[in-house]
């Protein structure tokens, strides 16, 4: 390749936009999860509208991923979709659940307890299932020629379960650490409460995915702890113990902004993480992104565009977050 | 095998459900933002409260429509992989781009100045506010130019080449792709399509609340911007089906030959078929009322201009005719059906009488499912039309399809149906319930719904002074 290697580039741009869609709506379904903790009334209203200007550009961000991947990397998106199929469709009901209780909530006052149980179903399984579906995707997949070859439930392990679970942990985090900045009065109180035992779960199963995905495949082995590439991997637990020890100081200081973005800090290291395992391969260790590539044209075509758009993307975006900023009431922002 | 063409026919029976649904919500979007836009530019212009009023009630709508355009999108985006692998595989690195340019030119915009046109005209203002929505209209027009794009390109595939482990791949530059034959066909023919949905179900909600109280002024507003649509557009969009049709039969003639239900060959001219049963078995058209060599002259321009049937196409390649043959009926009857409402109102309007003349907001209430059921009837026509390819010519359905188990896209499939009936059978009530209300001077938000703007702002500061309908959206 050339000097510049566009495939590369676009592993990098996928990455980043679930990077991004991860901490992004990750903190929107947290809220989700957490939905049936809050009393009835003015406090779920307050958690409900400090995510809805907001929610729908989150999930862009999966779009993207997705499309991107189909663009990008066709063959990785051929084969891995129908490998995950019973979780991505769960996700995708899961998403439909939760995105339209935003609305509906508000329009069918009667109902407004079964919309909301729809909001935290539907957060709880699109997060549960996303889990599963990067817990599966490490774990492995039978392809054949350039086509998934097991079964409809080979996704379903031990592991992926457990990562299912990890990810529900990380997700009630962030929306909580989001409310914490969001919110003040009792939620906020409530909030600190939680995020406290959150982050003690979150430790854990960051810590038992941690000790087991290097034994899931002989090459994350070798990634991680062969010598001298230890010595660059050693630093991701070691920066994941700091952060953790400056997250639970700023709870303890009660400080309201922070916490969310040591708790962001957290996730970037566990994708950090992810992204040392699964180098250079889109699917691990059997099709490298370099194999799973669109042609030339195709990645150049769309790196113009995405070279345009993405920071004109972020900036509106930071724009919408700046008009939305600041403590939010049970009735809408002011 | 069997098990095989049964599990490609539940996919292509989930795909056709989840679309289906889907193509309803942008439909309508893409028709109120422009409406909206158009709305809240008026108000800004002339400052008229009705404008104003009429912003906050659409809006309420458009909301709960966007939501369930959102999330049943999201849906799309990854049924091409689950469901259709080798299609994704085989197309991917020609379409997928396509699509990439469609989530970071339309869906981001759309997602990032949506919640400022819901919820922050207090924070930013009425000319910004007015950028935002603005912003979110031309946002579902992009979203319309890419993916019909892609939905042209797959009709009518130029600029490919096949590589070594059989993909396309891009040959002839991305505009020729882009702008592949019939895609400036179908853009126009269906943005229009969504204006004239919106254009009567607008005309339909204030044809409903005019039966009720003829002088309600929001009611008479939006009945009267209705009708001037359907008058303006509809004839238009017919000329347009005529020349969408006329690229068709350049570029898929097995398409028309089934549309017009031409089994046979007619050297000296071919018929219109205006009704009958088509007869699939026996190669005709059963009971069939047609208007000897009309088809050839709409087609042809030439009333004695030979027409080719479908017994020039090999079995295995031709489209199934009856379900082409009655939803391609079903649309055009309607269009006919909006242009007979919009010549009407002129008429009415000609004669100050546009408000007052029951039988006009009837047939017009009447008609405010028209559009969501010519738009799929016409996506239909053309999507079945496509059949047996994904790729025109080039890629079959029974090729396309993901190495899945029958029992797995059951499963799906059972899951999609129960869970799209239930959350959008409800928000289809929910529209309802909100158009049901009539327009009100003083148009308000729904109690503790996050748009809010009553109390300590400076809408409410405008309403107190000013005994005009004023209020902002």
Redesign the interface.
């Known amino acids: 390749m050339n000097g510049l290697d566009l495939t590369v580039i676009w592993a990098g741009i996928i990455a980043f936009a679930v990077v991004i869609y991860v901490i992004m709506d990750g903190f929107d379904l947290g809220i989700g999860i957490l939905f049936p903790n809050f009393r009835v009334g003015p406090d779920r ?1 307050t958690a ?2 400090s995510i ?3 929610w ?2 989150n ?2 961000w ?3 991923g ?7 990397f ?2 990785a ?6 490998a995950l ?2 979780p ?2 769960a996700m ?2 899961g ?3 939760r ?2 209780a ?3 909530r ?4 009667a109902h407004r307890a079964r919309w909301d149980l ?1 909001f935290t179903a539907g957060s709880v399984i699109a997060t549960f299932a996303q889990g599963v579906t990067l817990g599966a995707l490490l774990q492995g997949i039978t392809v054949e020629g ?4 097991g ?2 439930w080979e996704w379903l392990t031990p592991f992926s379960l457990l990562t299912g679970f990890a990810l529900l942990v990380g997700y009630a985090l962030l929306g909580c650490c989001w409310l914490i900045w969001k919110t003040e009065g009792a939620l906020q109180r409530q909030c600190y409460s939680y995020a406290g035992r959150l982050g003690i779960l979150l430790l854990v199963a960051i810590a038992v995915v941690s000790i087991a995905t290097p034994f899931l495949e002989a090459e994350y082995y070798t990634r991680w702890l062969a010598y001298p590439g230890v010595l660059a991997t050693a630093q991701i637990p070691l920066a994941t113990l700091i952060i953790s020890f400056l997250y639970f100081r700023s709870l303890s200081k009660r400080q309201q902004a922070t916490p969310f973005f040591y708790a962001l800090g957290l996730f970037g290291l566990s994708l950090v993480g992810l992204g040392v395992s699964m180098w250079p391969d889109v699917i691990p260790g059997r099709v490298t992104i370099w194999e799973a590539a ?2 030339y ?2 990645q150049l ?2 790196l113009v ?2 070279a345009i ?2 920071p004109i ?1 972020l900036a ?2 930071a724009w ?1 977050y700046w ?2 900023r600041g403590k939010v009431g049970s ?4 | 095998m069997v098990e095989n063409d049964l599990a490609i026919n539940l996919a292509r029976v989930q795909f056709a459900f989840t679309v289906s649904f889907h193509f309803l919500f942008p439909a309508f979007t893409i028709g109120i933002a422009s409406y909206l836009a158009v709305l809240e530019g008026l108000w800004l212009k002339t400052d008229k409260g009705v404008y104003a009023n009429l912003y906050r009630y659409w809006l309420k709508i458009f ?2 429509v966007f ?2 355009g ?6 799309m ?2 049924q ?4 259709w ?2 299609f ?10 396509l ?7 339309a ?10 046109m ?3 005209i ?3 203002g009425r000319k910004l506010h007015f950028v935002a929505t603005l912003a979110v209209a031309v946002g579902t027009f992009i979203s319309a130019f890419w993916i019909l794009s892609v939905n042209s390109w797959m009709q009518t595939p130029v600029g490919y080449a096949i ?1 070594d ?1 059989g ?1 396309f ?2 040959a002839a530059g ?1 505009w020729d792709i882009v702008w592949n034959p019939s895609f400036p066909y179908r853009l126009v023919h269906t943005v229009l399509a969504a204006y004239l949905t919106t254009a009567f179900a607008v005309g339909a909600v204030g044809a409903w609340h005019l039966l009720r109280d003829g002088t309600n002024p929001g009611a008479r507003k939006m009945f009267s911007m209705a009708m001037w649509m359907a008058a303006l557009v509809a004839p238009a969009q017919i000329f347009m089906g005529d020349l969408h049709g006329l690229n068709t039969l350049e570029h898929q003639p097995a398409k028309v030959m089934a549309m017009e239900g031409h089994y046979q060959s007619h050297p000296d001219g071919a018929p219109l078929i205006l009704f009958g049963i088509p007869n699939s078995a026996d190669k005709r058209v059963d009971y069939a009322i047609a208007i000897p060599k009309a088809s050839s002259l709409i087609l042809k321009h030439d009333l004695n201009a030979p027409l080719a049937g479908l017994d020039t196409i090999p079995e295995a390649d031709q489209p199934p005719v009856g379900i082409v043959f009655w939803s391609f009926r079903i649309m055009v009857g309607l269009g006919f059906a909006m242009l007979g409402i919009g010549l009407w109102s002129l008429f009415a309007r000609s004669r100050k009488k546009l408000y007052d003349w029951p039988w006009l907001h009837r047939a017009a209430l009447a008609m405010g499912p028209s559009g969501f059921i010519a738009v799929l009837a016409g996506w239909v026509t053309t999507e079945v039309g496509r059949q047996p390819f994904t790729v025109y010519g080039l890629l079959r359905t029974s090729e396309s399809a ?4 029958a ?2 896209v059951a499963a ?1 499939l059972l ?2 149906v129960l ?2 009936f239930i ?1 959008f059978g ?2 289809i009530v ?1 529209l309802f ?2 158009a049901a209300k009539p327009p009100e001077a003083h148009e308000p938000t ?7 703007s009553a ?3 400076p809408a409410a500061a405008v309403l107190e002074g000013d005994h005009e309908e004023g209020v902002a959206p």
Request: charged share 10%.
């Open positions: 209203d409900m509208n809805a200007p907001v729908d550009g999930e862009t999966l779009v993207l997705g499309g991107g991947l189909l663009a990008a066709p063959l998106y051929a084969i891995i979709l129908p199929y019973a991505i469709i995708l009901l998403l439909v659940l995105g339209v935003f609305e509906f508000w329009r069918d006052p729809a350039r086509a998934y070859a079964g409809w669109a042609p044209e195709s075509f769309m565009g995405a758009m993405v993307i509106y975006t919408a008009v939305f009735d809408g922002y002011h | 909301a709960v939501a369930m959102v999330v049943s999108g999201i849906v985006s990854y091409f992989g689950t469901n692998s080798v994704s595989d085989k197309a991917g690195p020609v379409i997928g781009p699509m990439a340019y469609e989530v970071l030119t869906f981001f915009l759309e997602a990032g100045f949506l919640g400022v819901l919820f922050g207090n924070k930013v590589n482990v993909q791949v891009p991305w993901a190495p899945l188990d029992p797995a799906s899951a999609f869970v799209y959350v409800a928000g929910y319930k909100l729904p109690d503790d719904a996050p748009i809010r109390g300590t702002t």
